[in-house]
């Protein structure tokens, strides 16, 4: 994975967990900014006792029936300002670290679980922080890692798919921190507050809908993760590396009958 560099006010925060603030400060109280630069990231499947290596065009592709260990290299450089508020000429010092994150998703066995946990202690040659997360409780942090890369399908790797239709909710503030996760097919995940992603891997279509009440924000994510998060699981739905999908956008209440043709059941869009 190519280097990428991003800016927050405390070099320390991956020892933090889940719990780190969202975002991402420029500067702390002492004038001092830290860039953080990511140097490499690896990832491991787990499968019952054994690990095997991610390759790095599915690094981000993550199963909710699964588990894994990702490791993130990085480089923290701390830089200033001078006293007119200049940037400083000085070069930026940078030190290297390195962070394991034991990612569980909500239906992998508790066998993996605790074998992903054995597994990260054995890899930890650095004796880096190392933080475990559950599904749905990533921090910017993790999602960072990826840049806007993180798909979190359904069941588990390897496992065919029952549908064509693929659905998934729009999650991120930011376009690094994009990722998408697959929910049932059902119009009745649709929410007006939200943008959600359909995929139609029969007819080789990409639908992009957005709630009356969504925000700017939202749905431009929702335009960034469809066409750049879904190049990374096109094989693992079904499909070819160099499958191209068409991408349609769909509107709350001005939706095309195709969109509902890959749903058995119709009932109302509802808002939370």
């Known amino acids: ?33 830290f860039e953080i630069t990511t140097l490499d990231v690896k990832m491991w499947h787990i499968q019952e006792y054994e690990h095997s290596p991610v390759p790095q065009s599915e690094i981000g592709l993550l199963h909710s029936g699964d588990t894994y260990v990702v490791r993130w290299a990085y480089r923290v450089a701390v830089t200033g300002r001078e ?18 994150f034991c990612w569980q998703g909500r239906d992998a066995p508790q066998n993996e679980k605790g074998a992903a946990a054995l597994l990260t202690v054995e890899l930890d040659r650095e004796n880096g922080p190392q933080v475990r997360l559950s599904q749905g409780s990533e921090p910017p942090a993790f ?67 957005h709630g009356v009440r969504s ?29 191209q999908l068409q991408t349609i956008e769909q509107i709350e209440g001005d939706e095309c009958k195709e969109f509902f043709h890959c749903k058995s059941r119709m009932p109302s869009v509802f808002s939370p």
């Open 83 to 100: 006293l007119n508020g200049q940037p400083s000429r000085h070069a930026p010092q940078g030190r290297d670290r390195c962070c394991y």
């Open 143 to 209: 999602l960072g890692v990826f840049e806007g890369r993180m798909m979190v399908l359904k069941g588990r790797k390897g496992q065919q798919p029952a549908t064509t239709s693929r659905l998934f909710i729009v999650r991120g503030e930011e376009k690094r921190e994009a990722y998408l996760f697959e929910v049932s097919a059902s119009v009745r995940q649709l929410r007006s507050r939200a943008s959600l992603v359909l995929v139609d891997t029969k007819r080789k279509k990409v639908y992009v809908w």
């Open 1 to 33: 994975m190519k280097e990428s560099t991003m800016s927050i006010n405390n070099p320390n925060f991956p020892a933090k967990g889940p719990e780190q603030e969202t975002k991402y400060a420029p500067f702390c109280q002492t004038r001092r900014f």
């Open 215 to 243: 925000q700017a924000s939202t749905r431009d994510i929702a335009r960034f993760a469809a066409k750049n998060v879904l190049k990374g699981g096109l094989e693992a739905m079904g499909l070819s590396p160099e499958t």
